[in-house]
């Protein structure tokens, strides 16, 4: 069974009280402003178009349906109600089921507590116990700067670059795929 399908915890970070836990169908709406405020601030991730409620429902129900069958790792970190931070670590299939890719987000008003940093953390001591993990992999602009220093403390190396990839801010720049090896 994946983690945290069946418990919650609190955590206390930079002296803030946090809930994790998996996520529920209930969190729809959370997780709809959580993303469209994401792409609101044009962060930087892939997707820039907001989600609708309809469409969310869909994601999330699929999310939970892969969390239930052992696909998917999904961490979700509330504050009192609010989603601030959200880490999925999603296995891929057949002869790459080994390698499994993580996305990770922080809510704005939320960032440079350590957020990350103890979601990251998670996800290494996660995926370490799960034996069908041995590749940890994402994709990072090369421009997230913030980003890609921490994923360098946590362990991840750049291992491909793929040039002009993405279309960000007026210019064309590079996607760069960072991995993490267990074993
Ligand atoms: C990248 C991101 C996940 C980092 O989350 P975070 O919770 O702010 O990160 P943390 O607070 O754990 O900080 C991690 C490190 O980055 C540094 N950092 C965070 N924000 C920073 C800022 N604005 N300026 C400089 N350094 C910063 C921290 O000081 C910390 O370094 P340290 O280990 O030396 O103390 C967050 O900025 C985010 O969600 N951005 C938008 C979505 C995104 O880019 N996702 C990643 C896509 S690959």
Request: charged letters at 30%; a positive charge; proline letters at 1%.
């Amino acid at each position: 069974m994946c983690y945290l399908l069946c418990k919650e915890e609190k955590v206390i970070i930079n002296n803030k009280e946090f809930i994790i836990r998996f996520p529920k169908m209930e969190d729809v709406y959370s997780f709809v402003s959580f993303f469209n405020s994401l792409v609101q601030e044009e962060a930087q991730i892939t997707k820039n178009e907001k989600v609708t409620i309809e469409e969310e429902k869909d994601w999330l129900k699929s999310i939970i349906k892969k969390i239930e069958s052992n696909k998917l790792h999904c961490i979700c970190v509330f504050y009192g109600n609010k989603l601030v931070a959200n880490l999925e670590v999603n296995k891929l299939g057949y002869r790459a089921s080994h390698v499994a890719v993580l996305a990770i987000a922080v809510d704005k008003e939320f960032r440079n507590q350590g957020l990350a940093k103890f979601l990251l953390n998670k996800a290494i001591h996660i995926s370490k116990n799960d034996k069908d993990i041995k590749v940890l992999t994402l994709d990072v602009f090369e421009t997230n700067t913030i980003a890609i220093n921490l994923y360098k403390k946590m362990g991840f190396r750049e291992v491909a670059r793929l040039p002009k990839r993405i279309y960000y801010h007026g210019k064309l720049i590079d996607i760069i795929t960072m991995d993490y090896y267990f074993d």
